[in-house]
T-cell receptor, first 113, second 118 residues
């Protein structure tokens, strides 16, 4: 049983296209996140949702729009893709108590050509 | 300002030896958690170990231990008896507690690439 699953694993698309990445967690966690990992492996938080409510939006361009239909799902939609959007995107989830780690999905490698 | 600093971009260690990966953090929140994750070349993020700001003892998990020095704001990861499979990127991360705007995110350091030499 995969705890945090995201699809697709690989996504190659042309500049200007719109694409979505889906994420689901079956851990019953209240909080879900999207992270972007750039080519230098730096992991930067993009969004955080708690019980379907947006908590954190870390100065991400508004071409990126997260959607949380329920607390088990957090999808990421990207409009008008640019070359600089190429990265690995990770979905993660956690519970509120501090002593619980965040569980990560396998990552989606997005390549914009 | 960088909240998590990992000053070693790359490290080498001989197989079977111990290695310490450095991590310093910055927070004004008295309640926080510190994590280490491993990312092998396959890309997944693997949780290794956790240390809470109020924990009196240093955390240990198998071959991993966390050298927590609260006054110095450091949380170094020690891997004993290195194995070839330990070659990976290692990330130090922090989750802050009391400030509502912060409590729902885990922030990561830049990572250290560890290579284990046979």
């Amino acid at each position: 049983d995969t705890a945090v699953s995201q699809t697709p694993k690989y996504l190659v698309t042309q500049m200007g296209n719109d694409k979505s990445i889906k994420c689901e967690q079956n851990l019953g966690h209240d909080t879900m996140y999207w992270y972007k990992q750039d080519s230098k492996k730096f992991l930067k938080i993009m969004f955080s949702y708690n019980n379907k409510e947006l908590i954190i939006n870390e100065t991400v361009p508004n071409r990126f729009s997260p959607k949380s239909p329920d607390k088990a799902h957090l999808n990421l939609h990207i409009n008008s893709l640019e070359l600089g959007d190429s990265a690995v995107y990770f979905c993660a989830s956690s519970q509120v108590p501090l002593n619980t780690e965040a569980f990560f999905g396998q990552g989606t490698r997005l390549t914009v050509v | 300002a960088q909240k998590i600093t990992q000053t070693q971009p790359g490290m080498f260690v001989q197989e079977k030896e111990a290695v310490t990966l450095d991590c310093t953090y910055d927070t004004s929140d008295p309640s926080y958690g510190l994590f280490w994750y491993k990312q092998p070349s396959s890309g997944e993020m693997i949780f290794l170990i956790y240390q809470g700001s109020y924990d009196q003892q240093n955390a240990t998990e198998g071959r991993y231990s966390l050298n927590f020095q609260k006054a110095r704001k450091s949380a170094n990861l020690v891997i004993s008896a290195s194995q070839l499979g330990d070659s990976a990127m290692y990330f130090c991360a922090m989750r802050e507690g009391l400030m509502k705007t912060s409590y729902d995110k885990v922030i990561f350091g830049p990572g250290t690439s560890l290579s284990v030499i046979p």
